[in-house]
């Protein structure tokens, strides 16, 4: 909204700098300072729906990144993700790059403390990097994140909300319930719908994006769980087998929320092909039937 020039607020008084300077170091230091003071001024339930809460004391988020050829984007990724204000660890699993993201990767390990990096032997694909990632897990959520721009880290606090609001135990973030999204190629989202529908016919779930890179999962869930796939097959497999019945125990809580997407073109580097959706599709049967 474009105020006329009467009605622009005004200027605060010089004098205010000096009483407003301590309150600001106070919120620049402690990221809980500015929860506190914005649901005083916004009010708690307020708050909560735009994704403004208290971060649980010792907290740490496993942000897993599978990379492959990324040097274009990898580098802003990682600094992306480090200004998302969560206590947080880095994983980034190289499949076998052959362009120079290994040596970004190998600096970006060096630039911050909280980055690790792991090397795959040989080319295995996106499904085999995540397993190799989640193994060295060592926070109380795990969040896949893509290496390349489609998916915003900023997204992270309303992704891992639910969990710690104690109402689930795995998030899913959809690109077709309300947020924002980049104009591209619509057999791409036909084909993500009708996998998502027959995944849902399968697992009995009523998921709305399936195919979705944000999936948050409690550490216990995604450790708990033997994968397989090593491709693009992972969103499948994990979604059939978060949504198994587990023996003697109440089923995982899953819940869904919307998120922003900005994808690639190929000419931009998108990897996912036709031969992908076709695997998915095998996956969906396979993990239905048969572990």
């Known amino acids: 909204m474009t105020l006329a020039p009467d009605q622009q607020p005004a200027t605060p008084p010089d004098d205010l700098g000096p009483l407003l300077q301590p ?48 040097e274009r984007w990898v580098a802003e990724l990682v600094r992306r993700v480090q200004a998302v204000e969560i206590p947080k660890e880095l994983i980034l699993v190289n499949d076998k790059s052959t362009d120079g993201t290994p040596a970004i990767l190998d600096q970006l390990q060096k630039q911050y403390d909280n980055v690790r990096v792991f090397h795959q032997p040989v080319n295995m694909g996106k499904g085999a990097a995540l397993r190799e990632g989640f193994k060295h897990c060592t926070g109380d959520l795990v969040i896949v994140q893509d290496a390349d721009w489609e998916y915003d880290p900023a997204e992270y606090p309303k992704l891992i909300q639910p969990i710690l609001d104690g109402r689930a135990d795995v998030v899913i ?99 996912i092909r036709f031969k992908d959706a076709v695997q998915a599709l095998y996956c969906i049967v396979r993990y239905w039937l048969k572990d």
């Not at 003071?37 to 897993?64: D, M, N, W």
């Not at 999936?215 to 693009?232: A, D, G, M, P, Y």
């Open 23 to 70: 309150v600001l170091d106070r919120i620049a230091a402690d990221p809980n300072a500015r929860v506190d003071i914005l649901h005083k001024l916004l009010g708690p339930s307020a708050c909560r729906e735009i994704g403004i809460y208290p971060i649980p004391p010792g907290f740490k988020l496993s942000v897993v990144i599978p990379v492959f050829n990324e």
């Open 173 to 271: 973030g959809s690109r077709f319930i309300g947020e924002s999204h980049r104009v591209l190629y619509y057999w791409h989202s036909v084909a993500n719908k009708m996998l998502t529908m027959l995944s849902n016919w399968f697992t009995n779930l009523n998921l709305t994006d399936m195919e979705t890179c944000y999936k948050v999962f409690k550490r216990e869930v995604i450790q708990s769980i033997t994968l397989k796939s090593n491709r693009f097959g992972f969103e499948p497999e994990v979604t059939a087998k978060i949504a198994r019945k587990r023996k003697g125990q109440p089923p995982w809580r899953i819940f869904e929320v919307p998120i922003s997407y900005s994808g690639r073109t190929y000419e931009e580097g998108k990897k």
